[in-house]
C-alpha cells in the first residue's frame, strides 16, 4: 500500500497472534486447611477447667464428702484440687495430652486454681509448689506416654491409671476399715501408701516435706514411654529388614 504518487509505501499493521494466557497457578494449601487436621484446644481445655471449677465449687459451697467431714468445708480446699487433679489427669491423659499444644495449656491451668484453693485453706506456699510439683510431674508422664507410646496401649493404660488412683484409694480405705490395726493414725498409714498411691502422695505433701519416692510411678511411665519411642522404629526397622 503507497501513501501516494512518489511516497513510500505504509506498512501493513502487523496483527501479532494471540499468545495464549499462562494456565491458572495452583492455589497453595492454606494454613488454615493444614491446621484443621491438628485436634482442636477447646474440647480438652473446657473439660479441664470444668473439672477444676467443680472441685473448687464443691469445697466453697461446703459440700460435705463423708461423715464427720471438718467445718468449714472450705479448708479442704486444696487436698479436694489436689485429689481431683491428679486422678483427672491420670484418667483423662490420652484426651487432655493428645497434641504438645494441649499439653501446655492444661498443665498452665493447673497452677492457678491449686494456687487459689490452697488460698482459700491457708496452706503455706512452699506446700502448694510441692503439690503444683507433683501433679505437673503425673501430667508430663501422662503427657510422654499419649506422645510416645503406641496409641493401641492407651486403652490399657487408662486402666491401669484407674487402678492405681481410684483403685488404690479404695484399698487404702478398705485397710483402715478392716486392717489387722484399727487404732492406726490415718496420718501415718496415708504416708505409708503414699509411695504407689498418687492422690495420697498428692494429700501428704500438703503437710510434709516432698519425697523422692513418690515421683517414682511418673518417672517410670515416662521411661517406659521412652523405651516405646526408642524400640518401636528399631524393632520395624529389623521386621523389614528381615
Excluded at 500500500?1 to 495464549?20: F, H, I, K, W
Aim: with cysteine.
Amino acid at each position: 500500500m503507497s501513501g501516494g504518487e512518489g511516497g513510500t509505501p505504509l506498512a501493513a499493521p502487523q496483527v501479532s497472534p494471540t499468545e495464549p494466557s499462562p494456565p491458572p497457578s495452583e492455589p497453595t494449601p492454606s494454613l488454615h486447611a493444614a491446621a484443621e487436621h491438628e485436634p482442636a484446644l477447646t474440647g480438652p481445655l473446657l473439660a479441664w477447667l470444668g473439672l477444676q471449677l467443680l472441685a473448687l465449687f464443691v469445697a466453697l459451697a461446703r459440700v460435705p464428702l463423708a461423715a464427720g467431714y471438718p467445718r468449714p468445708a472450705e479448708l479442704l480446699a486444696a487436698q479436694v484440687m489436689a485429689v481431683t487433679q491428679v486422678t483427672g489427669a491420670a484418667l483423662l491423659f490420652p484426651w487432655l495430652m493428645r497434641t504438645s499444644a494441649s499439653a501446655i495449656v492444661v498443665v498452665a491451668t493447673t497452677w492457678p486454681f491449686l494456687a487459689l484453693a490452697g488460698s482459700v485453706s491457708g496452706v503455706p506456699p512452699m506446700r502448694l509448689i510441692g503439690v503444683g510439683s507433683h501433679v505437673t510431674a503425673w501430667m508430663i508422664a501422662g503427657w510422654a506416654w499419649a506422645l510416645w507410646a503406641p496409641p493401641r496401649s492407651r486403652p490399657a493404660a487408662v486402666a491401669a491409671a484407674a487402678l492405681i488412683t481410684l483403685g488404690s484409694l479404695a484399698l487404702f480405705y478398705l485397710w483402715l476399715e478392716f486392717g489387722p490395726n484399727p487404732a492406726l493414725d490415718v496420718g501415718e498409714a496415708a504416708g505409708r501408701w503414699a509411695a504407689f498411691t498418687p492422690p495420697l502422695a498428692a494429700l501428704r505433701q500438703l503437710h510434709a516435706a516432698p519425697d523422692a519416692r513418690e515421683y517414682g510411678i511418673p518417672a517410670a511411665v515416662a521411661a517406659g514411654a521412652c523405651l516405646c519411642q526408642f524400640w518401636a522404629p528399631r524393632t520395624s526397622q529389623v521386621i523389614h529388614n528381615s
